[in-house]
C-alpha cells in the first residue's frame, strides 16, 4: 500500500466536514473519491498534502505517518481545480518550480521539463507565457508540473472542471493514460462518476 | 449620456498646473539655459556634499522604509485581525502629516545624541514612507491566490522559497514602484531636513534655497533645481517604461481570518508604536522646558506669555494656514472632480493631460516655489506678492490626490444609472445634484480632507513665498526650531502638537472605508 488515510475526521468550528474517513490507494493506480459538492472532497485531499491539519486520524505515506510533517517535505502533487499555474513563469518554468526547490542540475531540469511536456502533448509550448495558453492546455502544464517531481501520490482536485464535453472527454483519456505510462500513484476526488470510471482504477464512494 | 469628448472636464486642471508648475518650470528653465556658467556651480564643495547626501541618505531610507514596509505590507494585505483597521487609518494619516511637524516629533522622541544626525533623517523618512509600500504593494499582494502558494508548498517549496519564488517576484513591480517613489520623496526631503539636518546634512533642496534666499544666487539655485528636475524625470522614465512590460492581470482576494501569529503580531506592535511613539513624545516635550514640567512653550504659543526674540501671532498663523487650506481645497476639489471625469474615458488625449496633472507631485516643492519666485517676479507676472499664489500652488500639489482618490468612484458609476434617472425625467442638474453628487460623497470627502491636509502642511513652496504678515504653521514651527534657548524649543513642540492634531482630526473624519 502506498497512501494510508485511517480515521481522518476534520471539523470546521462545529460544523463536522469529514468524520472517521478511511481509504487505501495502492501503488501505482489511481483511486478516485466520488461525492457531491460540499461533501468535504477537496478538504481530505488538502489534508493528505497537508494543508490542513485533521481533527482526528492518521496519514501513511510509503509507510511513514506523515500526519503532522509540514506539506514541503510530504513529496506530494497535487492538480488544483483552476490549474493555480505561477502567472510571473512561462510553462517551462511553472513545470520547473519543483525540480528547482530539489536542487536538480539545470540539464536535468531541462530534460525532465521537456520529457513531461512531450508527454502532455505540449512541447511546443515550452516558453510561452502561461497567460496565452487555452484551458486544455492549462490543465496539462499543470499536470506535467505536478508530475515532474515525481511525487509518491498524486493528487488530482475535480481536475477536469470547467472543460467543454469534447475536452473534458479527451483529456480524462489522456490523464488516465498519463498515470499509467508513469506508474503514478494517485487520489482523484470528483463529483463526476463517468469521469471516475474513466480515469481511475477504483471508486471510492463519499457518503 | 456621456459627452462625446470629456476633455474639456480637464481644462481647468490644466490652467492650474500650467500656473503652478509648467510655465514656472519653463521660466526656470529657460533661465538656466541664457545662464553663461551651468559648470562650475558644481565644483562648489556645499553643492557636491548636497548631491552626495541626498543620494545616500536616500538609498538607506528606502532600504529601511522597504525593510519596514514590507512585512507590514504582507500582514495588512493577507490577515484580518482585530485593529487592522486602526492600523491602516495609522498609516493614512502618517503619510500626510506636516514634515516639520514630524521632523520636531523625532527631536522629541530620539535621544540628543541622535539629535541632526543620518540616523534620525533616515527614521524620519521611515515613518512617512512606509504609508507608500502598504498602499503601493497591498493591493498586489492581497491579489495573490492562497492556493498558489498551496500550491508551492506541494512542489516542496518551503516558505522562505516561496517568498523568494513567488511573493517578492509577484509584487516586484509595485516593490520597485514604492522604492523609486520612496527614494524621489527622500531626495526631495525639505521639511524633515529642515529641523532634522544640521551642518554636512544638507539636501539638494536645503542647498537651493540656501542658495537662492540666504546666499541671493538665483541662478546657481535654478541651476541646481533643473539639474534636480532632469535627474528624478530620467528616473521616472526609466521607472515606466519597466511597468509596461507587466503583464499579469490581478483579482483583490478576501482577507484571511485565520489568527495572526504571534511574531508578526509582536512585528505590528512594533510598527504602530513606531507610529505614535514620537507624536507622545512631542505631546510630552511640548510641557517641558528643559528638564522640568512646564507649560511655558504652550503660554508662548497661546500668546499668554511674551517672550523675548519669538514674535508670533498664533492666532494669525491659524488663521492664515486655515485660509490657505480651506481655499486650496476649495480649487482642488471641483478642479480635481471635473478632471477625472476627462480622465475616467479613455481617450489619449486624456492621458497624457492625465500624465500633465501630476506634474506638480513629481517636482520638488521647493524647486516649484524657486521656479514661481523667478517667473512671478516681473511684469506682466507680478502677482508673486499677492497672497492668493501660496493657496493656488497648493491646490496645485493637491490635485493628483483629489484625481486619485475619485478615478475609482468616478469610473464605478454606471453609465446606466444615468441614463435611468434621464428617463424617469431628471435634467442635467438634477441628475448631478441627486445620482452623480451622492455616489462621489466618499471620494469628495477624501479629496477634500486630503487637499486640506496637503496644504496645511506644505513646507517647501511655501517657504519660498510667505510673508512676515502672512506666516503658516510650519513655516512659523520651522522657524522656532532655528532659533536657541529652551522656551522656543517648547513652543515649537507645542505648534508641532497643534498641527498635527489637526491634520491628523481632518484626515480620520473622512469616512473610514475611504482609506481601509
Known sequence: ?207 | MRLRSTSPFAIPAVILVLIAAVIPLIVLSASVISGADVVSIWSKSSVQRALIFSTWQALLSTALTICLGLPTTWFLSRYDFFGRQVFMALVTVTFVLPTVAVGAAFLALLPKGLHHSTMAIVIAHAFFNISIVVRTVGPRWNSVDDRLIDCAQTLGASPLHIWKSIILPLGKSAILSSAALTFFMCFTSYGIISILGGPGLATLDIEIYRRAVQLGDLSGAAILAVAQMLLIATIFFIWSRGRTSELISFRSQTLNPQKLPLGPKCFLLGVAAFFVAPVLALIASSLRTGRSWSLAGWRVLLGMQNQKGIEIDTWQALQTSAKYSLIAAGIALPTGIAATYAFSNRQSANRQLSTLTILPLAISPVVIGLAILITYDFDPFDFRSSWLLIPIIHSAIALPFVIRAALPVVQGIPNDLRLAAATLGAGPWRRLLTVEIPLLRPAISTGFAFSLAMSLGEFGATSFLTRRESRTLPIIIAGLFGRAGEIPRATGMAASVVLILVTAMIVLSVDRKSYS
Open chain 1, 1 to 207: 500500500m502506498s497512501l494510508i488515510i485511517t480515521d481522518v475526521s476534520f471539523n470546521y468550528g462545529e460544523r463536522i466536514i469529514l468524520h472517521d474517513f478511511s481509504l487505501e490507494v495502492t501503488t501505482g493506480t489511481t483511486t478516485a473519491v466520488v461525492a457531491p459538492s460540499g461533501s468535504g472532497k477537496s478538504t481530505l485531499l488538502r489534508i493528505v498534502a497537508g494543508l490542513l491539519k485533521p481533527t482526528t486520524g492518521i496519514i501513511i505515506l510509503d509507510e511513514r505517518n506523515i500526519t503532522h510533517t509540514p506539506t514541503h517535505q510530504r513529496s506530494v502533487g497535487m492538480v488544483f481545480q483552476d490549474n493555480q499555474l505561477f502567472p510571473h513563469l512561462n510553462v517551462h518554468d511553472n513545470v520547473a518550480f519543483g525540480l528547482k526547490v530539489s536542487k536538480m542540475n539545470q540539464r536535468d531540469i531541462n530534460s525532465r521539463c521537456h520529457e513531461l511536456l512531450e508527454l502532455v502533448g505540449l512541447g511546443d509550448v515550452m516558453r510561452q507565457s502561461v497567460a496565452t495558453l487555452s484551458g486544455g492546455e492549462s490543465k496539462r502544464v499543470a499536470l506535467a508540473r505536478a508530475l515532474a517531481p515525481s511525487p509518491r501520490v498524486l493528487l488530482l482536485d475535480e481536475p477536469l472542471t470547467g472543460l467543454d464535453q469534447e475536452l473534458h472527454d479527451r483529456l480524462a483519456q489522456d490523464l488516465h493514460q498519463i498515470l499509467h505510462l508513469t506508474n503514478t500513484t494517485a487520489l482523484l476526488v470528483t463529483h463526476d462518476l463517468s469521469e471516475a470510471k474513466v480515469i481511475s482504477d477504483s471508486i471510492h464512494h463519499l457518503q
